[in-house]
């Protein structure tokens, strides 16, 4: 692992990190699942975390072992439905709905210099950032919707220090999700896992959940 003194950035994953609306994105999914008539399991939950619109609709095709029983157009209507139902949750999200810590966190970075972006598969971040109030921080945002790939390819989390104009060992990418801690690796920088240390066991760092996320207790793990 390379020096706390070596980084310059940190990038954001947003649900399950910032804040809590992948639990929205799982009601709305496992919503979908049941009437697809798919079998809603806490493994097919986290195999979705982190993953795209479409990507995460046909995993839970996949598991139904329906991956051939809908046209295109049938998967973006079932996926635009998801996402009816999903902003329908997001409504009355404010600052009160960011994780422990994260906001203190957050503040932290900016008074220190640090560069922030944002790393989120999601087509609604700028929504959720706005509800939030805090876009101010952040230098820079990767639009999801120009990448070839998404989480676990490499691509979001190379593209989160490229924004930032800093080389990957330079940054530090936060994540809830095994897509992501993949994606984070692969892209080589250094990964911080939060939630389940056994599911996320590919990550740098693992913090149980966000109240530990701290500069201190990151360079203790790092030195
Ligand atoms: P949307 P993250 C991901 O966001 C979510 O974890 C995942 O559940 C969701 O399917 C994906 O964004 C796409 O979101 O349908 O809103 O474009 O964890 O990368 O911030
Ligand atoms: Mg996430």
Redesign the pocket.
Known sequence: MVKFEQIKGFIF?????IANT?VF??KA?HQLADKLGVTWTEDLANQ??????MD?LNLILKSGGKENDYTEDEKIKYATE??DN?LSLLKGLTDKDILPGMKEFIEDLSANNYLISL???????PKVLEALDLEKYFDARVD?STLKNG?PDPEIYVRGAEVLNLRPEECIGLE??VS?IKSVNGAHETSVGIGDPEILNEADINFTDTSQVTLANIKKAMN
């Open positions: 994953d947003l649900d399950g990190v992948s994105h799982a999914w979705l975390k982190g993953v795209g619109r995460s998801k996402n999903y790393a989120s598969s999601s087509k609604n971040s999801p989480k809830d999700a992501g």
